[in-house]
């Protein structure tokens, strides 16, 4: 697989219960990589366990990976690179599973695609990196384009303004490489479109003219049918919708992304539904479909309040064992700029997690379990009254098998008047998404927690000054990420590590240890013997 700039690496499909191996080839000449495969609970031996981005070894230049692992769930995934800023440069791809030989589908369609959305940034990711760790900080502004496979349009001579390297990378794609992926369509036929989002920053949403879109997946889980005019997608998500093409056969149609949740400096991504027999380059008779303002929240909210598990999906168990409470704020550190939670901003540790837990390498992270919640009487509404944070890299460490509810406390971010959303994402697990509520989350939102059908999900928003509460079982060894799916708000520091039933692995491979103070362990070993 290559790591092209913006353009995707290769769709992997597979089959429910398949096993894949997938050889990754880091052809970088400095920076090690590490990737991360949403849907996937475990990878299987030789690379076994409990294994996922923060639990493994960076590959380093010139290496080669293999993973191996079982898909188990038929669904729309993706994977990306988890380090530094590799997502936003291109490292990612789609990930489809198809149900098992001999099953169906719970709804019938006659051909399918898939979209995976991106953002683009003219100025490398490198110079992101450095900007954001920077003293005074300078934040990445809005995406220059939004792509759809990788592909996107960009008035190339503007492009000059940044730098050479992004004019010749604006060449290339300004060649018919960047020409749309054009939706080939017959006359009254439904089709299946598998749309994700991979982006580093935009929440977005996406249109047909004149069509109606049935959502019937997300995030690899079946949904109870509901038809919208358009929908809100957050980075990390994943949803299925079918299209009827009943509009007049001898117009195609446009399909439109555009931002939400930020004021959009992005113009539109596009690309046609284009009716056979008509050509692909008969422009459509009405203009593309408007994107919601971008702070019509109550759009966003009245979409994913329409999410609901479809008959027959697994139901949470009706009471929690520990709930966590965790508090989403933008935070200083010596000058710098941060995003903490809890009031600790993450900075992940050299060694993975994984070996130094099987190991009991107390000096590999913080021992202290981190904070469960945060202090009464934080003023959610209003900037922080003392805006310092502290960095670290605890665990909570859950026990195997018991029920954790978290709740995602949304806050005002530095400056006043302003909070943000944030799609947060966990390794390893799907979660109950129960409910979304507005404030601080108190013990009388508690009644209205969905515990009859809520959403089985991966990824869940939590929106401006609101909260939303999520519940899973621990039931995967390994140690697993759970952080904000906004790639320059994770490299700040918001994120938290959980961890269970690391005892019960068997057997950590060598490639999840052979760097950091594993790696130094390994080599005492190897040098006794
Ligand atoms: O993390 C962020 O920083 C900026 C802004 O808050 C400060 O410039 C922004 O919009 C973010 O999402």
Same mark, same amino acid.
């Given at each position: 697989m290559g790591i092209n700039g913006q353009f995707p690496g290769p769709t992997i499909r597979a089959k429910a219960g398949d096993m894949v191996v997938v050889e990754l080839t880091n052809?970088?000449?400095?920076?090690?990589?590490?990737?991360?495969?949403?849907?996937?609970?475990?990878?299987?031996?030789?690379?076994? $366990?409990?294994?996922?981005?923060?639990?493994?070894?960076?590959?380093?230049?010139?290496?080669?990976?293999?993973?191996?692992?079982?898909?188990?769930?038929? @669904?729309t995934y993706f994977y990306h690179g988890h380090f530094g800023m590799q997502r936003s440069a291109g490292l990612y791809g789609s990930?489809?599973?198809?149900?098992?030989?001999?099953?169906?589908? +719970?709804?019938?369609?006659?051909?399918?695609?898939?979209?995976?959305?991106?953002?683009?940034?003219?100025?490398?990711?490198?110079?992101?990196?450095?900007?954001?760790?920077?003293?005074?900080?300078r934040w990445i502004g809005e995406p220059q384009t939004l792509l759809i496979n990788g592909r996107g349009q960009y008035n190339c001579s503007l492009a000059a303004?940044?730098?050479?390297?992004?004019?010749?990378?604006?060449?290339?794609? @300004?060649?018919?490489?960047?020409?749309?992926?054009?939706?080939?369509?017959l006359p009254n036929k439904i089709y299946r479109l598998r749309i994700a989002s991979t982006t580093a920053l935009a929440s977005l949403n996406l249109a047909i003219g004149n069509h109606k879109m049935v959502?019937?997946?997300?995030?690899g889980n079946y949904v109870q049918p509901f038809a919208v005019d358009d929908l809100d997608i957050y980075s990390g998500e994943s949803y299925s919708v079918l299209i009827t093409t009943n509009q007049d056969p001898s117009?195609?149609?446009?399909?439109?992304?555009?931002?939400? @949740?930020?004021?959009? /400096?992005?113009?539109?991504?596009?690309?046609?539904?284009?009716?056979?027999?008509?050509s692909a380059s008969k422009l459509p008779a009405s203009s593309p479909p408007v994107t919601p303002l971008w702070n019509d929240y109550n759009h966003s909210k009245s979409f994913t309040n329409k999410i609901f598990a479809s008959m027959g999906s697994p139901k949470p168990p009706r009471n929690y064992d520990r709930r966590i409470t965790l508090l989403n704020t933008q935070n200083k550190l010596n000058g710098y700029t941060k995003w903490a939670i809890n009031n600790v901003s993450l900075t992940?540790?050299?060694? +993975?997690?994984?070996?130094?837990?099987?190991?009991?390498?107390?000096?590999?992270?913080?021992? /202290?379990?981190?904070?469960?919640?945060?202090?009464? $009487?934080?003023?959610?509404?209003?900037?922080?009254?003392?805006?310092?944070?502290?960095?670290?890299?605890?665990?909570?460490?859950? @026990?195997?098998?018991?029920t954790v509810d978290i709740i995602l406390q949304n806050a005002n971010a530095l400056s006043a008047n302003v909070s943000e959303i944030h799609p947060w994402h966990l390794h390893g697990h799907d979660f109950w998404v129960l409910g979304y509520g507005e404030g601080k989350f108190s013990t009388?939102?508690?009644? /209205?927690?969905?515990?009859?059908?809520?959403?089985?999900?991966?990824?869940?928003?939590?929106?401006?000054?609101?909260?939303?509460?999520?519940?899973?079982?621990? $039931?995967?060894?390994?140690?697993?990420?759970?952080?904000?799916?906004i790639e320059p708000h994770l490299h700040m520091g918001m994120g938290v590590v959980f961890a269970e039933g690391i005892q019960h692995l068997n057997r950590i491979p060598l490639e999840a240890l052979a760097c950091g103070l594993t790696g130094k362990m390994l080599m005492t070993t190897n040098n006794h013997n």
């Amino acid at each position: 697989m290559g790591i092209n700039g913006q353009f995707p690496g290769p769709t992997i499909r597979a089959k429910a219960g398949d096993m894949v191996v997938v050889e990754l080839t880091n052809k970088l000449h400095t920076e090690g990589v590490v990737t991360h495969w949403h849907g996937i609970r475990q990878f299987g031996t030789p690379w076994a $366990d409990g294994t996922a981005s923060i639990s493994q070894c960076a590959i380093n230049p010139g290496e080669t990976f293999i993973y191996r692992f079982k898909v188990d769930k038929a @669904g729309t995934y993706f994977y990306h690179g988890h380090f530094g800023m590799q997502r936003s440069a291109g490292l990612y791809g789609s990930l489809i599973v198809d149900v098992e030989d001999g099953k169906k589908e +719970p709804f019938h369609y006659d051909g399918e695609f898939d979209l995976l959305l991106s953002d683009w940034w003219h100025q490398s990711v490198h110079h992101q990196e450095v900007g954001l760790s920077s003293k005074p900080f300078r934040w990445i502004g809005e995406p220059q384009t939004l792509l759809i496979n990788g592909r996107g349009q960009y008035n190339c001579s503007l492009a000059a303004h940044y730098s050479n390297s992004s004019s010749s990378q604006c060449r290339l794609r @300004g060649s018919e490489q960047c020409a749309p992926h054009i939706l080939h369509v017959l006359p009254n036929k439904i089709y299946r479109l598998r749309i994700a989002s991979t982006t580093a920053l935009a929440s977005l949403n996406l249109a047909i003219g004149n069509h109606k879109m049935v959502v019937v997946e997300a995030d690899g889980n079946y949904v109870q049918p509901f038809a919208v005019d358009d929908l809100d997608i957050y980075s990390g998500e994943s949803y299925s919708v079918l299209i009827t093409t009943n509009q007049d056969p001898s117009n195609n149609y446009w399909l439109s992304v555009g931002v939400r @949740g930020r004021e959009p /400096k992005t113009p539109q991504g596009l690309t046609i539904l284009n009716y056979h027999p008509n050509s692909a380059s008969k422009l459509p008779a009405s203009s593309p479909p408007v994107t919601p303002l971008w702070n019509d929240y109550n759009h966003s909210k009245s979409f994913t309040n329409k999410i609901f598990a479809s008959m027959g999906s697994p139901k949470p168990p009706r009471n929690y064992d520990r709930r966590i409470t965790l508090l989403n704020t933008q935070n200083k550190l010596n000058g710098y700029t941060k995003w903490a939670i809890n009031n600790v901003s993450l900075t992940l540790p050299p060694t +993975p997690y994984l070996g130094s837990i099987k190991h009991g390498l107390r000096n590999a992270f913080n021992q /202290k379990n981190p904070p469960e919640s945060f202090s009464n $009487d934080y003023d959610v509404m209003k900037p922080p009254v003392n805006p310092n944070t502290t960095t670290g890299n605890g665990v909570y460490m859950l @026990g195997m098998n018991t029920t954790v509810d978290i709740i995602l406390q949304n806050a005002n971010a530095l400056s006043a008047n302003v909070s943000e959303i944030h799609p947060w994402h966990l390794h390893g697990h799907d979660f109950w998404v129960l409910g979304y509520g507005e404030g601080k989350f108190s013990t009388k939102d508690e009644k /209205k927690l969905n515990l009859k059908n809520p959403p089985l999900k991966n990824t869940a928003v939590i929106f401006a000054y609101g909260w939303t509460a999520l519940r899973f079982v621990a $039931d995967n060894p390994g140690a697993w990420a759970f952080h904000c799916h906004i790639e320059p708000h994770l490299h700040m520091g918001m994120g938290v590590v959980f961890a269970e039933g690391i005892q019960h692995l068997n057997r950590i491979p060598l490639e999840a240890l052979a760097c950091g103070l594993t790696g130094k362990m390994l080599m005492t070993t190897n040098n006794h013997n």
